[in-house]
Every structure is written in structure tokens, then in C-alpha cells.
């Protein structure tokens, strides 16, 4: 959560998207990993899932400061979310 807490200040944000796990379950996650970020839980097939393209858990929606979605990667894929902070001008 390092990079995150970092790029923030520069108008970064995360949005973990769950499909599957309950609130409680959910945020026992986020507690253990210390993570600060925004978490949603998908209630039904039109609701947030649908909304950022979410097919798996966990999925991470990097959002750019104008709150453009710039991509969705499924887990931790650092290289990925670098990539996704360069096309959102955050590097």
C-alpha cells in the first residue's frame, strides 16, 4: 500500500471491486493488509461490477485525477498498475 499512499497525493485512486466476499469478510481483508484504499462490494449484476467491467476478485480500478478509469488488472500485477500510472500521468 506503499505506492498507493504515495500517489494519492497526486490524484491516484484505487477502487478494490468485490464480487464475492461479504462487508465483514471484505473488510477483515483490508484491515490484515493494512490497506487504505476504497473498497466496493458488488450488490447486484448492474451495480459497480458491471459499472468498472469487474469479472474476478480482487480487481483494482486505477482511476486518474479527473476520475477517468484507466484500467482494471485483476490482483497485484505491479508492472501493470505502473503502466496504468503512467497513462494516468501519476509516475
Known sequence: MELYNEK??????IVSVNVRDSGPEVL???QEFGATHI????????????LYGVRATPTNVIIDRNGNMVDN???ADMSR??????????E
Not at 494519492?8 to 485512486?13: A, H, L, V
Not at 450488490?43 to 461490477?49: G, K, L
Open 39 to 50: 473498497a466496493a462490494i458488488n450488490r447486484t449484476r448492474a451495480d459497480v461490477a458491471k
Open 73 to 75: 488488472i485483476l490482483g
Open 81 to 90: 498498475m505502473q503502466r496504468a500510472l503512467g497513462k494516468a500521468g501519476l
Open 28 to 30: 477483515q481483508f483490508m
Open 8 to 13: 494519492k497525493r497526486k490524484g491516484f485512486e
